[in-house]
């Protein structure tokens, strides 16, 4: 990965024999055995994706403070992995196999019950698969997820495959930006949660700038423009993998209604921004090997003007 390479550009780990293997294992090997699995996985993953590797490291030496070892950098990939493979036993088996902690979740059903909708804002942090558990376990609640289907084809073709009732749940956020705003809109108005992931934009996405662990990064400015326009209550979630079979799912409420004045747009982003970003360290320092983004997050990235999006007669960039 070059110095500017954006991650959109890598390509999806293991391709579609691989992640099948891993499913069959999984299915009829059981969990014990999947598990097994990972330790030769992400060997293979530390030795041939260097830039992957890389990355790791770089990150790893952020929120320690000192150079990171090789072991720290295979513990990181194979967190990863472990969450990647529990995705296949949540789809198929629910919650059943994990233990599940929820923290904040009576704050969350206060806002569902609102009826205007929620936004859940997420990153690549742990499991945000574990947020379909919960859902499960209130079969009257809407749960509509965006997500970038053509970024992971191999992948998504599986979860789909163990859950055709979830592929149809997704917003698909390769499409244009009015689809998605409209798509996001319509699920609020149905009293929906609607969850996306809030720390990594896409090429043409603009970005503004917010502290993370030490240093200026880029985030996407869409997730908070839609808020804004949805005037729905925001919710973070941060869905923590503990290790072995267990998780915990932390919601804390962010905004009742995020407001973004057209005169002072600027500053008022970069407030929002700051906040979401602030949040997203406290829990990389409370579980650091549950970060996911495997590229250098804090590079110097152009960003072309986003595509517009008009929901309710407000212009959004998506």
């Known amino acids: 990965m070059s110095e500017h390479e954006h991650w959109q550009s890598r390509p999806e780990g293991g391709g579609r024999f691989a992640i ?3 499913r069959a294992i999984a299915l009829h090997g059981g969990r014990r055995l999947a598990r097994l699995c990972l330790y030769p996985i992400t060997g293979y993953f530390y030795l041939r994706r ?4 890389l990355a790791s490291a770089q990150y790893l030496q952020r ?3 000192r150079p990171a070892t090789p072991w720290q950098v295979l513990k990181h990939i194979h967190a990863f992995a472990a969450t990647i493979l529990d995705r296949v036993f949540l789809l198929a088996h629910g919650e059943q196999p994990f233990e599940l902690e929820t923290q904040g979740l009576d704050l969350l059903d206060e806002r569902i019950a609102l009826g205007r909708g929620v936004l859940l804002f997420g990153s690549h942090q742990g499991s945000f698969e574990a947020l379909r558990a ?27 495959a163990l859950a055709p009732e979830v592929g149809a749940c997704v917003i698909d956020a390769a499409q244009d930006g009015t689809s998605i705003a409209l798509a996001m809109a319509e699920a609020c108005h149905q009293g929906a949660v609607v969850a996306m ?6 090429g043409h996405e603009v970005l503004r700038r917010a502290e993370l662990l030490g240093s200026p990064a ?9 808020a804004h ?5 925001v919710v973070l979630c941060f869905g923590l993998y503990l290790g072995g079979n267990r998780y915990r799912l932390v919601f804390e409420p962010f905004s009742e209604r995020v ?18 970003a602030q949040r997203l360290e406290h829990y990389i320092h409370v579980a650091p090997y549950n970060w996911f983004n495997f590229y250098d997050f804090w590079q110097d990235m152009p960003a072309a003007e986003p595509a517009a999006a008009v929901v309710d007669g407000h212009r959004v960039g998506v």
């Open 50 to 53: 260097g830039p992957e590797r």
């Open 259 to 276: 407001q973004i004045p057209r005169h002072d747009r600027g500053p008022a982003l970069d407030a929002l921004i700051t906040r979401y």
């Open 20 to 22: 099948w293997l891993i």
């Open 218 to 226: 880029p985030f996407p400015v869409s997730p908070w423009l839609l």
């Open 229 to 233: 326009t949805l005037q729905v209550p």
């Open 134 to 160: 919960i859902g499960a376990r209130r079969p009257a609640m809407p749960l509509r997820v965006v997500l970038d289907k053509q970024k992971t084809p191999a992948m998504t073709e599986l979860l789909e």
């Open 63 to 65: 929120v320690f403070g």
């Open 197 to 202: 992931l809030a720390d990594r934009g896409r």
